[in-house]
């Protein structure tokens, strides 16, 4: 069920007092701090899943303590994933500083003190995760090496645009969606704490599967389940590590496949092969649809290429 707080309609003079017990109340015990005497404008609408808890927050530029009181009170290993939307902010957390501009997140352990500056009009979306869901996968301190995950990043670019098109999805959908979506936010905003042993474990990983892809391309029953049954992924998983490099396993199966069939068009070993024979003998089973990709990946037909002569070696 969605809550909704606001400070409209809250005196000017009662409005940040206020705001101090929406944040609490829709997050956890925290030390809001506004400088500025004027009023403050400020709204939250929060969704609470099985596991996850999701909010987008509006509010004019304040700060955002989590001290050793407030921890004392509330331990619960979570932690904060905020997609800064519009505004600006500077995170401190564990001798870490980072500053995070629209499209970063601002990843904070609730278990650890923080501040949290927000400057300008702000609009944040933030997610506050389990500690299974995250923890674990940021080695051995558990706790990230950066505050600020940056959409400068592939992990991180890829993060920011889940948590923007999840804060637009109806609730009923989102409970759909936890367990995959919510677990492969979490694999991205992991990557940005890994270290060099970590990198190399995932590049190893990606080599696997695109050796595995090479081996099988040409079978037409290749699928994102045979491959990760084969190497025991979740597709979550194989996806994220694909992902990170700007591949996708449809399109490396696809890029290999017209590769081989570019190669077979021409020569002579083939050449009582016709063309759907030749497609179909590396995974295509679909002439019309074969037809239409090879040409745009070629700029030519299969027939116009089979017709081409062949430059001397």
């Known amino acids: 069920m969605e809550t909704f707080w606001s400070t409209r309609g809250v005196a000017s003079n009662e409005q940040f007092e206020y705001w ?45 303590t989590r001290t050793p009181r407030n921890i004392t009170k509330t331990r619960t290993g979570a932690f904060f994933a905020n997609l800064i939307r519009s505004g600006t902010a500077t995170a401190r957390q564990a001798g870490n500083e980072g500053e995070a501009a629209p499209g970063d997140i601002v990843l904070l352990d609730t278990d650890e003190p923080f501040t949290f500056d927000l400057r300008g009009t702000c609009d944040v979306v933030c997610l506050t995760i389990p500690q299974g869901a995250l923890r674990p996968r940021l080695g051995r301190r558990g706790l990230p090496d950066s505050p600020v995950v940056s959409a400068r990043t592939a992990p991180g670019r890829l993060a920011s645009r889940y948590l923007s098109a999840l804060s637009t999805e109806a609730e009923p959908d989102l409970c759909d969606l936890e367990d995959s979506v919510f677990d492969h936010v979490c694999y991205l905003l992991a990557q940005n704490t890994e270290t060099p042993v970590d990198v ?27 491959t990760c049954d084969a190497l ?57 649809s074969f037809t239409r ?21």
């Open 20 to 64: 101090r017990d929406v944040i609490c109340d829709a997050f956890l015990p925290l030390e809001p701090v506004f400088a500025d005497a004027r009023k403050f404008d400020g709204s939250v609408a929060a969704i609470g899943l099985r596991e996850f808890h999701l909010a987008s927050v509006r509010a004019s530029a304040h700060t955002v």
């Open 200 to 226: 190399s474990k995932r590049v190893a990983l990606r080599a696997r599967i695109l050796r595995f892809i090479d081996m099988h391309f040409d079978d037409p029953g290749l699928t994102v389940d045979v």
């Open 232 to 288: 025991h992924l979740s597709r979550s998983h194989l996806y994220a590590v694909l992902a990170e490099a700007g591949l996708s396993f449809a399109g490396e199966v696809r890029r290999r496949r017209l590769a081989a069939v570019d190669r077979d068009l021409t020569d002579p070993r083939c050449a009582e092969l016709t063309v759907a024979e030749i497609a179909f003998r590396r995974g295509f089973t679909d002439p019309s």
């Open 293 to 313: 990709t090879y040409r745009a990946t070629f700029a030519m037909t299969p027939n116009a290429r089979r017709a081409k002569p062949v430059p001397n070696a």
